[in-house]
């Protein structure tokens, strides 16, 4: 008797729930991920806007449940987009299905680099503020991690600071403080505390202060307009082939009840400079919200994918994930002849039965 065991091993890089802590931990294992037709279509969407095809250039937007790959999906992206042209060549020509889309993205990276950001998480976006500043402090970030020198001019946080802290600003914070610090500022003791939270990157707090100027009338912080025009400074000025920014776990963003038009703006500036969102929820976004007639036009700014764990994927990516002992494979190749020689005779006895029965009860009519 024999097992499977004794012959078949599965993968060492095999990942069943990827994360950016295990991106960050081992940086190549993302060429563990299995190609299949969902993440095809994702990459031709990706290459179409990304050449600016008429009508292609759009963001993007991932949905499917739970367990069918979408965060491991964006990592494989990600670094097909920014790692080095050697390893995407290698991943990319190792398998069947992404083999022809070589030399397209290819063409896209010899022509330049392009800024890709990776965020998590949406449930702490309460307003449009905040949204805007996550996504400028995000981008700046990854501006000074990959060594840019210009950054992200007049961003949300750094125009606050400029209000509390610049020479020309009449704006007097101090005493804003003291008036609102029991009920906007309680963990802090004094307005430089709040300074240096900012500066620190705390968009929670920049949020609050923004609110604040924006009610006394001193500065307006939730113009989306502001932000496209940063990014578009950005890209030039950094000679950019464009900026991914693939926000994971987005479906709570849209239990806050912030303005749709926001991401709206956004996505649309996909059609004017290369900049593009990457949505991935694990909602459709038809479910997402009750403002059905807006949400549609939020979606004619993106290419929809659906990922979906078909029997067949599963079996494809399960075919993949095993290999048979390479000292033993002789003995596994005789193995499975005798095994599939004993099932096709199984079958051609059944099938045989089935006649036989057949034609009886044909006699018996």
């Known amino acids: 008797m024999w097992l499977y065991s004794d012959y078949i091993r599965v993968k060492s890089d095999l990942v069943d729930v990827y994360s950016q ?7 190549h294992r993302w060429k563990g991920f299995i190609p299949h037709e969902d993440f095809y279509r994702l990459l031709t969407n990706v290459l179409d806007t990304s050449e600016r095809k008429k009508g ?80 400028e402090e995000a981008i700046k970030a990854k501006l000074l991690e990959q060594g840019y020198k210009h950054g992200f001019e007049h961003a949300c946080l750094d125009t606050v600071l ?46 609050r202060v923004a609110q604040l100027l924006d009610e006394e009338g001193f500065v307006r912080l939730n113009d989306p307009d502001k932000v496209k025009e940063g990014i578009e400074e950005v890209i030039k000025r950094n ?17 806050n009840n912030i303005k749709l038009s926001d991401i709206q703006e956004l996505a649309h500036a996909s059609a004017s400079i290369p900049w593009y969102m990457v949505l991935v929820t694990h909602k459709s976004p038809d479910i997402l919200s009750r403002d059905q007639e807006t949400m ?18 599963a079996y494809q990516l399960a075919a993949n994930a095993f290999y048979v002992e390479e000292n033993l494979k002789d ?35």
């Open 331 to 365: 003995d596994w190749e005789s193995k499975r002849e005798t095994l599939w020689g004993q099932v096709q005779l199984a079958h051609l006895v059944s099938c045989l039965l089935y006649t036989s029965d057949a034609a009886d009860e044909l006699d018996g009519v």
């Open 21 to 27: 802590e295990q991106d960050k931990e081992n940086p």
């Open 296 to 313: 549609n036009k939020v979606l004619e700014r993106f290419h929809r994918l659906h990922l979906e764990l078909r029997r067949v994927t």
């Open 162 to 207: 400029e209000v509390l802290e610049g020479p020309k600003s009449t704006f007097d914070w101090k005493k804003a403080f003291e008036l609102h610090r029991y009920d906007r500022f309680e963990e802090f003791l004094s307005p430089e505390e709040v300074v240096k939270a900012m500066k620190k990157g705390d968009t929670s707090v920049a949020e």
């Open 239 to 255: 000679n950019l082939q464009g900026i991914f920014f693939i926000w994971d776990e987005f479906t709570d963003f849209f239990m």
């Open 56 to 135: 292609q250039q759009k963001s993007i937007w991932m949905h499917g449940p739970y367990g069918t790959g979408k965060t491991f999906a964006a990592f494989v992206l990600k670094h097909l987009l920014e790692d080095p042209i050697d390893d995407v060549r290698e991943y990319l020509e190792q398998h069947d299905l992404t083999r022809n889309l070589w030399p397209r993205l290819k063409n896209l990276r010899e022509k330049g680099p392009y800024l890709v950001i990776y965020k998590s998480s949406s449930a702490h976006v309460t307003s449009s503020i905040r949204l805007f500043a996550e996504i």
